[in-house]
């Protein structure tokens, strides 16, 4: 049972590397996406993944349009504070693909538009707070898909 993890453009080396840790753990498979906020040589990345990073199921793109070229066909959920339907909707699947944007600005408008009703958002009960960190957003939906698939 794994799922697909796809972080597009990440900007912190330090989320990067604490996802990788949880694409491992989980059975998953880490799909990063060019261009990152970081070198995949960042000491921050590193220890924040530990010595499991050689271990990682790894795949690394280009852009966003090869990342979409390449997987077309495939069954994705995409996250973002703006969406409508919460992450406990999803359809949970074995290899499905959960796509995540960088943790300045989220994914694309133009992702999320192509993708209405398979845009995901986590539910945030307090007016503060505009979203949250990256590699918890993460660990909260493959572990909720874990569940689901039992």
Known sequence: MSFNIVLIEPEIPNNTGNIGRLALATGSHLH??????????????????????????LTIYEDAEAFFRIHTDKNMAFFSSHASQDYWSIAYEEDLFLVFGKESVGLSTEITENNPGKSYKIPMFSPYIRSLNLANAVAITVYEGLRRLG
């Open 32 to 57: 990063l996406v060019k261009p990152f906020g970081f070198e995949l040589s960042d000491k921050r990345l590193k220890r924040a993944g530990l010595d499991y990073w050689q271990h990682l199921p």
